[in-house]
């Protein structure tokens, strides 16, 4: 069916990367704005019992480093099959560094 005369456009949502403005959201500027500021602040002068709660494990080094390795299908579906499979993977790798590595 062809539309006749002028056409009406209706945009119900903004285009792909186009940021959603504040009334679109139904939310007035000061609202967007308080709450902002109000989310991630600690708690004054911070827990003075941290220490007490903070994890730790009983490593000589903390494992705080990310490593990604490209694996076969067959070999990762073998190493999911392990217990602990994550600390075997960090003995192969220590084991083979301390044989070849200088």
């Known amino acids: 069916m062809a539309l006749q005369g002028s056409a009406v456009r209706i945009r119900l949502a903004p285009l792909v990367g186009e940021p959603l403005s504040d009334k679109a959201c139904g939310v007035s500027r000061e609202t967007s704005k308080s709450k902002v500021n109000s989310l991630g602040q600690g708690r004054p002068g911070g827990n003075p019992d941290l220490k007490q709660h903070q994890f ?3 490593r000589e080094e903390p494992l705080l480093e990310l490593m990604a390795v490209r694996v076969s299908a ?9 217990e602990d499979w994550q600390e075997f993977v960090r003995s192969a790798i220590a084991k083979k560094l301390e044989r ?3």
């Open 74 to 82: 067959s070999m990762k579906a073998r190493l999911r099959g392990l």
């Open 56 to 58: 730790t494990t009983g």
């Open 100 to 102: 070849e590595a200088p």
